[in-house]
């Protein structure tokens, strides 16, 4: 196995990467390291040059691991392997840290039946699309009254989505509203990496969270 050695001059994009990766094969500069094998086992102080040899002759590189010990850290490992293992978990990280946004969708005590029915579609829609769900119903003046009927209505629509959606915070009355959150059953949708035109616009949330 020949190792690579770094061109003289490269690129900046190029350069700032590689210098935030560890130390590999001839790149170690230091006389002698501490070396750890294939399988980990500790083989002690070795001269650097000794360790290369090692590591040609092992068909591996030698990555150096900690570069601040005295001496440096540096095991025998398939370098271009751990890159792309490296990698692979970096990205099942991402996926599963993913943002889940929280949705609104407004209701009033007295919700006509064709408005109720088009923000029970918005509601289904966002917890779909794996969105949390915040779902409110607003009081003005007098209709605080309405507290009992209104806590009704939200268990209502909590079972009206029980198919996809799952209630994480009961409903409460917060000043002069009454709300419940609501979480996407698992497996159940995902928020989409991009949006259609318009389909998520202020405007359009606005739709789904206007009064009644």
Request: aromatic share 4%; glycine share 6%.
């Given at each position: ?195 259609t035109p318009g389909a998520n ?12």
């Amino acid at each position: 196995m020949a190792f690579r050695r770094p061109p003289e001059e490269e690129r900046p994009d190029a350069a700032a990467a590689r210098a935030r990766e560890p130390r590999v094969n001839h790149r170690i500069r230091v006389p002698e390291v501490r070396l750890i094998g294939v399988e980990g086992e500790q083989l002690g102080i070795v001269a650097t040059e000794v360790a290369l040899r090692m590591a040609q002759t092992d068909g591996v590189d030698l990555v150096e691991v900690a570069p601040t010990a005295r001496p440096p850290v540096c095991r025998l490992m398939d370098f271009g392997k751990f890159k792309y293992l490296q990698k692979k978990r970096q990205q099942e990280a991402k996926r599963s840290s993913t943002h889940i946004e929280v949705k609104e969708v407004k209701f009033r005590p007295k919700t006509e039946k064709h408005d109720y029915e088009t923000k029970m579609a918005h509601a289904r829609r966002f917890i779909e699309q794996g969105h949390r769900l915040k779902v409110t119903v607003m009081f003005r003046g007098r209709e605080m009254a309405f507290t009992d009927a209104s806590r009704i209505k939200l268990e209502e629509i909590a079972r009206a989505l029980l198919d996809v959606a799952v209630m994480d915070v009961a409903p409460k009355v917060e000043g002069r509203t009454m709300s419940m959150m609501m979480n996407p059953k698992r497996g159940v949708g995902a928020a989409p990496a991009a949006t259609t035109p318009g389909a998520n616009s202020k405007a359009g949330e606005r739709g789904s969270e206007a009064d009644a």
